[in-house]
């Protein structure tokens, strides 16, 4: 079992810059590949990016190549999303998620998420 909490969302002018965290329970956060989807409204839940278990590997969503950075603590059971360059279209509640197998949690379907964290990106 994996609690995941996220932090970190806010309310920030486009073009600056937010930092997202996911604090994980137990001690098995290693096994798990993490990742962040974002919801914007009345759309569907969407893959922002991905981290392997070491970290030593990365995806992305095209929209946020080259703007967004996702990396992992596996010692402080944390996984953070570096946001810059940030436009009104990125505006969405940001999820963490974790599963075992990558290609889960590539399309959406992770055994774990958070509650969601808003993140408001003002024109």
């Known amino acids: 079992q994996v609690q995941l909490v996220e932090s970190g969302g806010g309310l920030v002018q486009a073009g600056g810059s937010l930092r997202l965290s996911c604090a994980a329970s137990?001690?098995?956060?290693?096994?798990?590949?993490m990742g962040w989807f974002r919801q914007a409204p009345g759309k569907e839940r969407d893959f922002v990016a991905a981290?392997?278990?070491?970290?030593?590997?990365?995806y992305y969503a095209e929209s946020v190549k080259g703007r967004f950075t996702i990396s992992r603590d596996n010692a402080k059971n944390t996984v953070s999303l570096q946001m810059n360059s940030l436009k009104p279209e990125d505006t969405a509640v940001y999820y963490c998620?974790?599963?075992?197998?990558?290609?889960?949690?590539?399309?959406?379907?992770?055994?774990?998420w958070g509650q969601g964290t808003q993140v408001t990106v003002s024109s």
């Open positions: 137990g001690r098995t956060f290693s096994r798990y590949r």
């Open positions: 998620a974790a599963d075992l197998s990558l290609y889960q949690l590539q399309n959406a379907s992770p055994d774990y």
């Open positions: 981290i392997s278990r070491s970290g030593d590997a990365t």
